[in-house]
Each structure stands twice: as C-alpha cells, then as structure tokens.
Nanobody, 126 residues
Framework: QVQLTESGGGLVQAGDSLRLSCAAAERAFRHYAMGWFRQAPGKEREFVAG????????DYSDSVKGRVTISRDNAKNTVYLQMNNLKPEDTAVYYCAAQPTLHIDPIRSLQAYDYWGKGTQVTVSS
C-alpha cells in the first residue's frame, strides 16, 4: 500500500499560480508513474498531467497544456504540479495517483492507477 499525501491547495484569484505537492511514503517511488487528476463538483474525475518514472516524459490534458508543469524529485519521493494563470474552471479537488511500472512513459488512464491520495482543494475565484 502506497500512502500519498497532497498539499498546496487553496483559494486564489484568476491569474494566480499554485504549486501542488504529493509526497509518497514509498521507498521504490522511482519505479512509479505518477499522475494528477481533478474532480469538480458534479463532474467525473479527469486527467490533468502525468509523469514517467524518470521525470523525462510528461503528458498533459489539452485543458491545462501550457499553463501546468508536472515534475518529480525521486530523492524526495515527491511529485509536483505547478499551475499558472489559473482559471475559475480549474476549481476542483486535485488528486495524486501512483502506479508501479516497468515502463518510462506517463500514464493517462484513471483506471490504470492503483494508489490515490485524498485530494487537495483548489478554488479559483473570478
């Protein structure tokens, strides 16, 4: 069982930036693909960004591409989501997900992840 703890959410204004962090209690963190997902009220959970095991390969949803950067520090067992130019439609609970893998590519599919954090709320006011 991998424990994931998100932090960094909050209430911001449109145009502001936030950096979310997800700390993993897992020694083999470097062997896990990591992803960020979000769920707005009344909507399904959706993919935001993913990163492969080494950090070299990343993937983004079209809705955040160019505004969001996912990164990881394998020495700190932590994955980050830097979000810039936030919009009211970015308001959601943001979840971190982890999946052990032998491949280097990021994973986009929600169903492919076995481990999830409890989420952190991001609210963007207009």
């Amino acid at each position: 069982q991998v424990q994931l703890t998100e932090s960094g959410g909050g209430l911001v204004q449109a145009g502001d930036s936030l950096r979310l962090s997800c700390a993993a209690a897992e020694r083999a963190f470097r062997h896990y693909a990591m992803g960020w997902f979000r769920q707005a009220p009344g909507k399904e959970r959706e993919f935001v960004a993913g990163i492969g095991t080494s950090g070299a390969n990343t993937d983004y949803s079209d809705s955040v591409k160019g505004r969001v950067t996912i990164s990881r520090d394998n020495a700190k067992n932590t994955v980050y989501l830097q979000m810039n130019n936030l919009k009211p439609e970015d308001t959601a609970v943001y979840y971190c997900a982890a999946q052990p893998t032998l491949h280097i590519d990021p994973i986009r599919s929600l169903q492919a992840y076995d481990y999830w954090g409890k989420g952190t709320q991001v609210t963007v006011s207009s």
